[in-house]
């Protein structure tokens, strides 16, 4: 067995900072790690794959809670993975939804951006669109 490496070892070897470490053991996504004499932390190779596997999750906008699922349904070796594809299905089609409202808010920019004349314009139609009271711009 390797020797236990403290949060600042795992925090390099993981690529996840200090303090999201200590964010995730708060939150419980990380169990809380065993502590030397002197009361610091000690993370092994399954804390180091754990973190891993947080650090994925993140990257592909997983929320806390979703992962939280995710590492339970991880841990538990099942063989049926109907609910890790509905927690995936539903990441996904919120993200969709998402990237569609981001693509009408930038359509909209586009075309208040065409419509600026530089300053040759009495009326500003960017700074017109922001400020009337009815516009709605479509929420990411």
Known sequence: ?????????????????????????????????????SG????GPADLHTLG???????LGFSSAEIRQLLTLWQQRSQDHTQVRAIA?????????????????QQTL????????YGTQPECPILQDLAAPDAACPQP
């Open 1 to 37: 067995m390797s020797s236990p490496l403290t949060i600042g070892q795992a925090a390099a070897q993981s690529g996840i900072s200090v303090r999201m470490i200590r964010h995730y053991e708060s939150l419980g996504l990380l169990p809380a790690t065993v502590r030397s004499a």
């Open 40 to 43: 610091y932390r000690q993370y």
């Open 53 to 59: 596997f947080i650090r994925r999750a993140r990257e």
């Open 89 to 105: 299905q539903q990441h996904l089609d919120d993200l969709t939804r998402r990237i569609q409202g981001l693509q009408a808010i």
């Open 110 to 117: 586009r075309e208040l951006v065409q419509h600026c004349q």
